[in-house]
């Protein structure tokens, strides 16, 4: 039964009571921002639009929500207030340490669907959604994604926007929420509405151009949305930032504060609390279970002398794909380099192309991991860096996420510098929980990306270009935090601890040092985050020396990782990495004109141990 236009008006009035008392309780929270986008949001949840059940926020059947403008969770929160699924008396807690109600919506909440508190990602999750609806499940579900003014200007929203199109995500629903007023001032169009709209629809979005204010129009708007058929579709509406309160409306400078508990006791007569007044939203769609579609057998395989671990990475992502119909590949059009081309021809449907946009593709990926997918991000290491951001707010959404850097370090050799992932283990090692790995050859690869497949939460793994040599076999066992000591003997001088191309460097180093009545360790240490402690402590304690080599430049990277685990030890250390900027030029020339071949090694052990 559809809510009338008397209660929708009454629920607007709830939630625009509820956002004014919750930031004048908590002295915080954007106020204004929250007031524009009232009606469009009490008519998408209450006007016969949204379909939803309540009481499970994780229903199959259930429509998305997405706040990209993750700063108006005032509004968010009293949306669920409004619809019986928190109590009022909670979203008095707003902002303070105990609370669920966050100042911008984290998975602590249970009906947020992922955290956007970084504008210009929502979009981007949501075409995830759409793509997991419409590609993957190929059920009825709706996406919805309320956008700022002001995030439009970044390049992400357009990436999402441009690949919604390509894939005609007709059941995706972006609403822009033309306010006028950014942070500092006036946005780029201001309240030119149709600057939006031939913008988005030249990309080829359906739009709609509404007063975000009249409640009967922006019902209108919003099923006229859902019943499009083939391309995705754009509500741009014209709003007023701070809207139903005389002293906000329109008002620069308001942006981000709330009101001190003088100026709320003189809002009273423009603010009135409607009681207990609660709207209902559509029923969950009705889904049938999944049927599990036939599996395609996929063998990882044999591997006598030599192969590329990016070779080795797509192989074994086809054949855990296999067995594994939750893993997916996203790939930023450089999959004949990065070897997903192997992963796509085993499992077309299972592989989207997502340009050469990778902002986009993370967040794309972070909304078919909210979904129960496990979904791969594979880009050259060096152009996963544009995503930082996206990358960092990856971890906060608590889905499996693995990302796959390839052509990693100066290794690739000629494309030159420009081409050279030599910051990625910094970017990753850096997020709280994240899990770095780098493979040395193919058949640690195929069981690191076994591994990476079943973490819980954000794993990067470094596929290098260059064919490396098979050193471990099929049986051979790793695991997150572990290493492998290559070479040792209780006449080790010195401990080379390295990972990836640069192991086939170190065990030629070996040879020779061994040759000449030298003995020293050799450990790989495929798992850089977490280390293995207890394993590079050992070789502190009996070699006293301690040679770390990484095709990774000084900070952030292999270095750092021992350096914390040998805090407090007496024992020397010497670091051979990426110290000058690269130049083209062979793998082995690049290597050694960095001082992390080879001779590099040979020369820093004979210099103390000669």
Avoid at 51 to 79: C, E, M, Q, T
Avoid at 271 to 282: E, H, K, S, Y
Avoid at 353 to 371: D, K, P, S, Y
Avoid at 587 to 604: F, N, S
């Amino acid at each position: 039964m559809p809510t009338s236009p008397k209660k929708l008006i009454t629920l607007s009035a709830f939630v625009r009571y509820w956002i004014v008392r919750m930031t004048t309780a908590a002295q915080s929270g954007h106020l204004t921002s929250s007031l524009s986008a009232v009606e469009l949001m009490v008519a998408l949840c209450f006007g016969g639009v949204l379909h939803y059940d309540v009481k499970r926020p994780r229903h199959p059947g259930n429509d998305h929500l997405i706040f990209s403008k993750g700063h108006a969770s005032p509004l968010y929160y009293s949306l669920w207030a409004a619809a019986g699924a928190i109590p009022t008396e909670e979203l008095l807690t707003f902002r303070s340490m105990t609370s669920r109600l966050e100042g911008h919506p984290s998975m602590r909440f249970p009906y947020t669907e992922a955290p956007t508190g970084s504008l210009g990602q929502g979009l981007s999750i949501g075409v995830g959604m759409a793509l997991h609806a419409k590609y993957i499940t190929h059920r009825p579900n709706r996406t919805y994604v309320l956008l700022g003014d002001s995030e439009m200007a970044e390049g992400s929203v357009w990436e999402a926007i441009q690949l919604a199109a390509h894939y005609k995500l007709n059941n995706l629903v972006g609403i822009i929420d033309v306010n006028r007023l950014g942070q500092r001032g006036e946005t780029m169009y201001g309240h030119r509405v149709q600057a939006y709209q031939r913008r988005v629809a030249a990309f080829g979005w359906h739009t709609i151009v509404v007063d975000g204010h009249k409640l009967p129009r922006v019902v209108s708007a919003l099923k006229r949305a859902a019943r499009s058929t083939t391309k995705p579709v754009m509500i741009i509406a014209q709003t007023v930032k701070g809207k139903g309160i005389a002293m906000l409306e329109n008002k620069n400078g308001w942006h981000g504060k709330a009101l001190h508990p003088e100026q709320y006791e003189k809002i009273q007569d423009e603010i009135v609390d409607p009681g207990t007044v609660r709207g209902q939203m559509l029923a969950a769609w009705r889904v049938s279970k999944q049927s599990t579609s036939r599996k395609k057998s996929y063998q990882f395989p044999e591997v006598s002398t030599r192969m590329s671990v990016r070779e080795a990475v797509g192989h074994a992502l086809a054949e855990r794909a296999s067995q594994d119909a939750s893993v997916i590949v996203l790939d930023a059009e450089v999959s004949n380099s990065t070897k997903m081309d192997i992963f796509k021809r085993a499992h077309p449907k299972r592989f989207f192309e997502m340009f050469i946009a990778e902002q986009n593709m993370v967040g794309t990926a972070v909304g078919l991991g909210r979904l129960g997918l496990r979904p791969v991000v594979s880009s050259f290491a060096a152009f996963l860096m544009r995503a930082a951001d996206q990358i960092r707010m990856s971890q906060y959404a608590h889905a499996p996420l693995l990302y796959i850097g390839s052509h990693a370090g100066s290794s690739i050799g000629k494309d030159g510098a420009s081409q050279m992932g030599l910051e990625d283990i910094a970017l990753f090692r850096s997020l709280r929980d994240a899990v770095v790995l780098c493979p040395s050859d193919a058949y640690s690869a195929r069981a690191l990306v076994r591994l990476g497949l079943t973490h819980p939460g954000v794993v990067y793994i470094r596929s290098t270009r260059a064919e490396t040599r098979t050193r471990y076999t099929r049986s051979d066992t790793f695991q997150i935090g572990g290493s492998r000591v290559r070479h040792r003997s209780s006449q080790d001088v010195a401990t080379i601890i390295t990972m990836g191309v640069t192991i086939d460097e170190a065990e030629a180093a070996y040879g020779e040092l061994k040759a000449n009545g030298i003995r020293v360790r050799v450990i790989d240490a495929y798992s850089i985050k977490p280390l293995d402690v207890r394993t590079i402590r050992r070789a502190a304690r009996e070699t006293k020396h301690l040679i770390i080599v990484e095709d990774h430049y000084p900070d952030g990277g292999l270095r750092d990782a021992v350096l914390q685990a040998i805090t407090g030890m007496d024992v020397s250390t010497d670091h051979l990495c990426v110290g000058r900027e690269p130049h083209s030029g062979s793998p082995a020339a690049v290597l050694q004109y960095e001082g992390i071949g080879k001779r590099a090694m040979i020369q820093t052990v004979t210099r103390k141990h000669a």
